[in-house]
């Protein structure tokens, strides 16, 4: 099947046939990489090997760390403001939609959190008028959400850096166009949607930030000490770590992020484009200036349509299309493992739909 599922997405299929024959036997190991130990010789080559790939594939510079570590993105979120803020400082946040509003449920409960602005009023179809932004003197960062995975609202420039470090939630749309991280003080992403399976995390953090001392807190919570060790200060996991290197490698042989900013265009102009011609009978409202190219939520003109568009689409092989429950409709998610050509037999199938349909 076509998964266009939110996340865990779909891994390509080179990837899945790869696990599938080194599973019972790593590299001549005579075991499952899922069996070897983190410290051994194999596996320590291996997460020097990913590093390596994942800096090139993204462009990351020498002046930032890369972790990879368990919990999600949204213990990300929670660990960002213990390792950035010292006691009383306040940290800004820019609402763009859901993910920007848990991203703040998490750090309020450690620091103080100031709303830089909000889009929720517009129903999230905006990015919120920049002239309306209004910054904390002494901020210890700015946090945005790169991509709002429900609301499909994207942030295509990031913005300028004010005299707060940038934090840049990417779990949606890391990798899937460059980005220049120099830009960035710490961005972080869960890797089950644009760069492989769940349960394992980028965080890119400046060095310059790792050396902050944040808030008294375990040492399990320092991304500086994850750092120190190479991202094995605990057991990682290793089987996802693999599977994420290996999805890392697909992409730079596919000519890396600036290919896929090319494709990213144009599967999303596409489906873009059915959705707009067809006479209102699909509707997507978000601005044109920031409409997701990973998260396209759409509805349809008649909600009674729902079921039989789920049901029609999935006997069609095409699974992962129901919307968010917070927005109804429809959505349909478009990372790096989806080939232009998945989306032209998507959009075949709406047009056919409706023409049955409508
Ligand atoms: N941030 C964004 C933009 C997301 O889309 C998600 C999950 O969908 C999260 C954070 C939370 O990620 P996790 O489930 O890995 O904690």
């Known amino acids: 099947s076509l998964n266009f599922s939110a996340g865990p997405a779909q891994l390509p299929l080179p990837v899945l046939e790869q696990l599938r024959d080194e599973l019972l036997d790593w590299r001549g190991t005579g ?5 070897l130990s983190h410290r051994g010789k194999p596996f320590m080559a291996l997460a020097e090997e990913i590093e390596a790939d994942a800096r090139r594939l993204l462009a990351v510079p020498d002046s930032h760390a890369i972790l ?7 213990t990300q979120q929670a660990l960002i403001p213990m390792n950035l803020c010292a006691a009383g400082e306040t940290a800004d946040y820019l609402v763009t939609g859901h ?15 100031h709303t830089v602005a909000s889009a929720e009023d517009d129903g999230f179809l905006r990015l919120p008028e920049k002239s309306q932004w209004t910054h904390t003197k002494g901020a210890a960062y700015f946090h945005v959400t790169g991509n709002e995975t429900i609301h499909g609202v994207e942030l295509f420039n990031l913005p300028e850096a004010t005299q707060a470090p940038l934090v840049v939630d990417l779990s949606s749309n890391i990798a899937s166009r460059p980005t220049d991280f120099s830009k960035i003080g710490l961005a972080y992403a869960g890797a089950q949607k644009n760069l492989g399976p769940s349960g394992i995390t980028l965080t ?8 902050r001392e944040g808030m008294q807190r375990p040492d399990i919570f320092k991304f500086a000490s994850h750092a120190a060790q190479g991202s094995m200060l605990n057991t990682p996991p290793t089987l996802n ?37 067809s006479a209102g009978f699909y509707t997507n409202s978000v601005a044109a200036d920031c409409r997701s190219r990973m998260n396209i939520p759409f509805v349809l003109h008649d909600a009674a349509l729902d079921a039989v568009f789920l049901e029609e689409s ?11 429950k917070a927005l109804g409709g429809m959505r349909a998610s478009l990372y790096n493992a989806i080939a232009l050509k998945d989306i032209e037999a998507l959009c075949a199938f709406m047009r056919d739909f409706q023409m049955r349909h409508g």
């Open 314 to 324: 999935e006997r069609a092989g095409m699974i992962g299309l129901k919307g968010h």
């Open 31 to 35: 075991a499952s990489v899922a069996e």
């Open 241 to 277: 770590w693999y599977i994420l290197g290996l999805c890392i490698r697909w992409m730079l042989g596919e000519g890396g992020t600036a290919a896929f900013e090319a494709r990213n265009l144009a599967k999303s102009s596409l489906l873009y484009a059915t959705i707009d011609q």
């Open 68 to 74: 990879f570590l368990s919990g999600g993105a949204t």
């Open 99 to 113: 993910w920007s509003k848990v991203a703040i449920k998490q750090a309020s409960a450690v620091c103080a959190v």
């Open 204 to 211: 890119i953090v400046s060095r310059e930030l790792l050396a």
